[in-house]
């Protein structure tokens, strides 16, 4: 998959980006998942990734800026549970070099549009910590509104979340 912004490039996640996933995934920028990611968590992350594409003809992508090439964050569809269904997601995750630019909003505007004109999706959440303000404000300037709360249990902590959801037909 490919989708560029004005600003992005959005493509397929390879085994080759993992050096700059390690960079992108450190204490500062996984805060949100409770701690930095080891090399095996960067690789089984990635590995995942692409598994994922290979299943469902998505998941997360590489993000990169266009000007540079320089690998900035990841964003795209993944599938969540979500009390007793399988949601589509859009998740962003970017380095925190990177945030406050417009960077994940403009990425997830892509995304988003994908999900419902290519993918004939009929909504899209996205599954935000109730803490991760930035995270939820990207998720209102996709459109979306709280459609749920609900706990969600990483890596031995309890989580509170915030289901975001939008529907085609209020895009």
Same mark, same amino acid.
């Given at each position: 998959?490919? !989708?560029?912004?004005?600003?992005?490039? $959005?493509?397929?996640?390879?085994?080759?980006?993992?050096?700059?996933?390690?960079?992108?995934?450190?204490?500062?920028?996984? +805060?949100?998942?409770?701690?930095?990611?080891?090399?095996?968590?960067?690789?089984? +992350? $990635?590995?995942?990734?692409?598994?994922?594409?290979?299943?469902?003809?998505?998941?997360?992508?590489?993000?990169?800026?266009?000007?540079?090439?320089?690998?900035?964050?990841?964003?795209?569809?993944?599938?969540?549970?979500?009390?007793?269904?399988?949601?589509?997601?859009?998740?962003?995750?970017?380095?925190?070099?990177?945030?406050?630019?417009?960077?994940?909003?403009?990425?997830?505007?892509?995304?988003?549009?994908?999900?419902?004109?290519? !993918?004939? $999706?009929?909504?899209?959440?996205?599954?935000?910590?109730?803490?991760?303000?930035?995270?939820?404000?990207?998720?209102?300037? !996709?459109?979306?509104?709280?459609?749920?709360?609900?706990?969600?249990?990483?890596?031995?902590?309890?989580?509170?979340?915030?289901?975001?959801? $939008?529907?085609?037909?209020?895009?």
């Amino acid at each position: 998959m490919r !989708l560029e912004t004005g600003r992005l490039i $959005l493509r397929d996640l390879v085994p080759e980006d993992f050096g700059a996933l390690r960079r992108i995934m450190d204490p500062d920028t996984m +805060w949100a998942y409770g701690r930095a990611f080891t090399d095996a968590d960067v690789a089984a +992350w $990635l590995s995942r990734q692409i598994e994922r594409r290979e299943i469902w003809g998505f998941s997360l992508c590489a993000v990169e800026l266009r000007e540079t090439g320089e690998l900035i964050g990841q964003c795209g569809l993944t599938v969540q549970d979500l009390f007793d269904m399988r949601v589509p997601e859009i998740g962003y995750v970017f380095s925190r070099e990177h945030w406050h630019h417009g960077y994940a909003t403009e990425a997830a505007m892509a995304v988003r549009d994908r999900a419902f004109s290519e !993918l004939g $999706l009929g909504e899209v959440y996205a599954m935000v910590r109730d803490v991760n303000h930035a995270s939820r404000r990207v998720a209102l300037r !996709l459109g979306m509104r709280p459609a749920a709360v609900f706990m969600k249990r990483y890596r031995g902590m309890d989580m509170p979340h915030i289901a975001y959801r $939008l529907r085609r037909e209020e895009a």
